[in-house]
């Protein structure tokens, strides 16, 4: 499942919280212990942003201080960002959404974000590295029997399957995309941690970024395996 992507396409709101924000108690996979853990967060989807909100503070068991105004906050628009939209109503909304911003007062704050194209090829082999055995090893049939890719490719031929076509992919292309040895995911954790910390001091405290999620553009150079993951263009990120 997902948060945000699910509520774009549905006209919802999603709100994909920090990582730690909601327990993530009997949840499925028990990430414990991996770095993707960090990646992944439990959250809400409802028809507005005032319910999100509401069952946020249930779900994260906290009261939630007033929404402060986002007059004179940064609206981060990078630079140069390696992605276009896959058709043109998602670039409509993506200037629809920042002419809204700044008619309310926000900042437009545009440089480059980054390296994202090292960090996008990086982040989704690191999954193959870390997540895809788990996700495996840990799936079944409906009726309680081991999960076969090769029994899933063949429904799949004949218009069926039993997993979402995202973990499909991630399954199929895992072992080309991932690392062959440790010291090279070790390599690659270091980076994305790096990149992590840079994206949050661009952000600081006033500071909020504006993309469209990974579903609704591409990259301008295709990344060899693409698998998709990001953030949501019409949801609270």
């Known amino acids: 499942g997902s948060i945000r992507i699910p509520a774009s396409f549905c006209g919802v709101v999603g709100f994909k919280p920090g990582s730690g924000a909601i327990p993530k108690r009997d949840s499925w996979p028990d990430l414990s212990g991996f770095f993707t853990d960090s990646w992944l967060a439990l959250g809400p989807i409802a028809r507005s942003v005032r319910d999100v909100r509401l069952l946020y503070q249930v779900l994260s068991e906290q009261v939630l ?7 004179g906050c940064r609206l981060l628009m990078p630079e140069g960002f390696p992605l276009r939209c896959r058709d043109p109503v998602i670039g409509e909304a993506m200037t629809a959404a ?3 911003l700044a008619a309310a007062g926000m900042k437009a704050d545009r440089r480059k974000l980054g390296d994202v194209p090292a960090w996008y090829r990086h982040m989704s082999r690191y999954l ?3 997540l895809a055995p788990l996700l495996k090893s840990g799936l079944t049939t409906a009726d309680g029997s081991e999960f076969s890719l090769l029994r899933e490719s063949l429904a799949r031929l004949r218009g069926g399957g039993e997993i979402y076509a995202g973990l499909y992919r991630l399954l199929m292309v895992g072992p080309l995309l991932r690392y062959r040895r440790a010291s090279s995911a070790a390599g690659a954790r270091l980076l994305l941690e790096t990149a992590r910390v840079h994206v949050r001091q661009r952000l600081d405290a006033d500071g909020i970024l504006l993309l469209p999620h990974m579903n609704a553009s591409r990259f301008e150079q295709r990344c060899r395996g693409e698998i998709a993951a990001g953030n949501g263009s019409r949801s609270c990120a």
């Open 65 to 71: 201080p007033a929404p402060a105004p986002i007059a």
């Open 98 to 100: 920042s002419d809204g």
């Open 128 to 130: 193959a590295w870390e």
